[in-house]
Structure formats: structure tokens, C-alpha cells
């Protein structure tokens, strides 16, 4: 989809559809006085009944009988003013973007929404517009055969910014949320993509083609490197399936000095049947969203890449099918992971932390200045905290506030957990140094604890996106059925974040 950024009045704009923002309750933003009028007062006639007001995510299409360049209007409902943000507005276009395309409309016209919000750049607003426009376009449509109909598609979106001191920010932050969109929606692709296919040597291919697009640099670890290593945690999960395991890390330099990096982790479980604690068979076919985790660790590495972060980055990604057969891990089993730390299996459909726990000890060995691993690892997260908000986990309160100022900024929710150490007695094993799991009580809890075994002083932030990724029930305004991409731009804010601190301290020397 093309983006522009275009100068001039809005009645002036040649497009098939012009989109107005409209705050409830108030009258016509001076931008939309000048439509207004010149087509009758038909905006103020509609506003003066029921028939639209507004409202948050309320859309209305009025026709202009020409008598402007666009022959079109669609009324946007921004909600209140004093409730406006940076997320509101992005949800609002992702709504005004989808009636688009389902009237049929292949390019529409846009004013800069949210002007005015506090803190908040005009690229700022550009940025969340995008994202909301090609969040909500989404489609997955790969195995649909029927192309008697051809998809509906919204080709070209027009951002108008009347002030040329601007036009500069707006094209920056929508050249910005173009990337980041479409990194989520790479994530979404992956997901969404049956487990036949995305298997843990699809992800490797992944991986080798961003390394090779963007210049980073790539290990593909073998089960026979994997048990060199001591990485039977891993090779335990693995054990079940015919599928070769691979342990795949990415790394982005983009400091221009050596420095620490960050390093992130992602569960790539490609599919999770339960092994021989297996699942029940309804909604099974949605655990190809597994490696949801390591799908975002790939995207992020791209759009780091892409927006050319001034950060050091490692990506680790321990993928494997979890399988039942005559091969498989059973329960009662002891593992000994890569750290030396050993394992007893109660579950074997607890395998997300015993992959974690090899990964997480693996991503050690490049000394980070931070770990940021996620994961769908627990329905006891759904049970929590439902499907808006992702599970935080932290041992580092400096680490834990910056990424929660990333959600904050990007309308992507956490909510902090505890991990108090009264939690602990529930993962103590008779036989081994550790349960793969606590029983159900707490029990995202108790995973973020057994987790936290691994980590050691090294700043970490567990997040538990078992109820974010994907989404079950009927669309929302830019979150499609499906996959979600849920974590991805949380991630790249929290980085591009980072490196501005960075840059600043750098600056205070």
C-alpha cells in the first residue's frame, strides 16, 4: 500500500473518499469548516440530528455532489476529547480504513488527526495512523482458491498537512508506522500460516532471509549442536516429533561501538499438541500461534534493522514441534538443562519454559544489558487477564518501567505481576533441582518464577502473551481474527526508546 503526504486545503484534495474527524460533542474543527461550507452545510445538518454525533469508532459517509474535489466525505467519530490518544486514533483508522475498503473504495484522503494532544508530535500522529490503516487492512488469504470475486484492497492513502513546515515530520512517522505495521502483519503471516508449512526449518529460512536482507548475522544451531551444548531441556520438547529442532540467533549490530546488547527470546513451539499430556481437541488447530513468541523476535530484528537502531541486538529463537509419540518425553522424566540446573516433567504440556529455559541460559553467554523473552506460556495468563493485556514479569524496576512507558505510548497493555518467592515451594521437586510446573494455583506465576531460575542478575522481563496473540472472537477496530501480532510494536518502542536515552546520556558526556 502507498502512502502520501500531500499539501494544500482539504477541499482541494482529488481522491475518491476524504476522511473527517469529528470529537463528540463539539463543533466543526476549523479545518472542516471551509467542506462545510462549501457544501451547503450538509456536516452541520448531519451533526444537528442522531444520525451521527462523534461517537467513538461512529462512521457516517456523506456525499458532497461535487461540489469539492473529493465526490465522498466519511464522518470519523473520535470520542471525546479529554479521552484522545495516540491509540484511539490509531483504532479509529483502523476502523475508517476497513468501511473503506468494504464500500468497494480503492484510495482515500485523510487530515492529520489528534492535533493538539498533549506531548504528541504531528509525526507522532502520522505514525499511529499508518500502523492503524495497515493493521486494519489486514487479510490472510493465502489458501483462499475462489479468486472468481478478487479481493477487495485499499491501494493508496493521502496524509494532508496544509503547513509545509510539517510535511517533512509526517512523512517521517508514516514511512515509520508503514514499517512497523507491516512487521506486525510479517508476524501475523507467520502465525497464521498452518503448521504443515511454518515448521522449525521454515523459521530458520526466515531468519536466513532477513539476516541476508539486512546484513545481520545468523547461527543455526542442529539437534547435534544442541546436545554438544547440553541443551536438554530443549532436545527433551523435540524429542516427540519428526521435525528437526533448530535453535536459530540473529544478530543486529547497529551500535557503532561494541556494547552490550539486548537480547530477546520468543517460545517457537511451531505446534503444541501436549505431548503425552495431550491437549483436548477443541480449538487444538489454533496452536500453530505457538511460536508467536518467536515470530515478534523475528519481526522486531527486521524493523530494527529497517529503521536502523543505533543498538547492539541479538535474537534467539529455540524452535521445535511438541509431539506425542513412541520417542516423546514422558511425565516423571528428569532433564538437565543447559545451565546444569535439572528438570522433573509433571506435564509435558508445560514445554515452553523447559525451550525457554536452555534459550534464556544460552542468551546469557553475550552478557546483556537486558533479557526480554515472550511467550504464550499460560491459559492461567488468559484466565488473569483475558485477551487485552500481556502478563509483565521483571527482576530489574528500571527495566520493568521502560517497557511499561512502551506500552503506554503504544496502547499495547501489561499489567506487572509478582514474583514473590513464597510462589518458589510450588516448583520444588523432590528428585530434581526443579517441577516444570506448579500446579494450577498461580500459575503464570509460578512459570515466570521457574523462568526466573535461568536469568540470574542480568535485567529480564518475562512477558506472557498466551491471551494477546490471538484472537478468537470478531475483529476489532485494527486487530483482526486470528493472529495478532500482539508485542511487536511494544518491542520496538521500548528499543527505539532505548537508543534515544542512550543517545542523550551520550550527549551529557
Partial sequence: MEFKVQRGPLTKQTTEILVLGHYEGEGLLPEVMSIDK???????????TEEFGGKFLQTLLVRTDRKIASPRLLLLGLGKRAEATLDRIRQAMGRAATQIREMGFRQFATQIHGKGLPRTSVQDLAQAMVEGVVLGLYQFQVYKTDRQIPPKEVRECALIEPDDKKVVEVQMGALRGKLIAEAANYVRDLCNTPSNVVTPSRLAEEAKKIASDYHLRLEVLERADMERLGMGALLGVARGTVEPPKFIVLEYDGAKKKGRPVAL????????????????????????YDMSGGATVLGTMRVAAQLKLPLNIIGVLPATDNMPSGTAMHPGDVLTTLSG??????????????????????AKRYEPAAMIDLATLTGACVIALGHHAMALFGNDPKLTAQIQKASDETGERVWEMPLWEEYHDQIKSEIADLKNTGGRPGGSITAALFLKQFVGETPWVHLDIAGTSWNGEKPRPYIPKGSTGTGLRLLVQYLANLAKQQKRSRGAI
Fill in 265 to 288: 527470546i520468543g517460545k517457537s513451539v511451531t505446534f503444541d499438541s501436549g505431548g503425552i499430556s495431550l491437549k483436548p481437541a477443541e480449538n487444538m488447530e489454533q496452536m500453530k
Fill in 38 to 48: 462549501a457544501i451547503g452545510g450538509k456536516i452541520r445538518e448531519v451533526l444537528s
Fill in 341 to 362: 540446573k535439572t528438570v522433573e516433567v509433571i506435564n509435558t504440556d508445560a514445554e515452553g519454559r523447559l525451550c525457554l529455559a536452555d534459550a534464556l541460559a544460552y
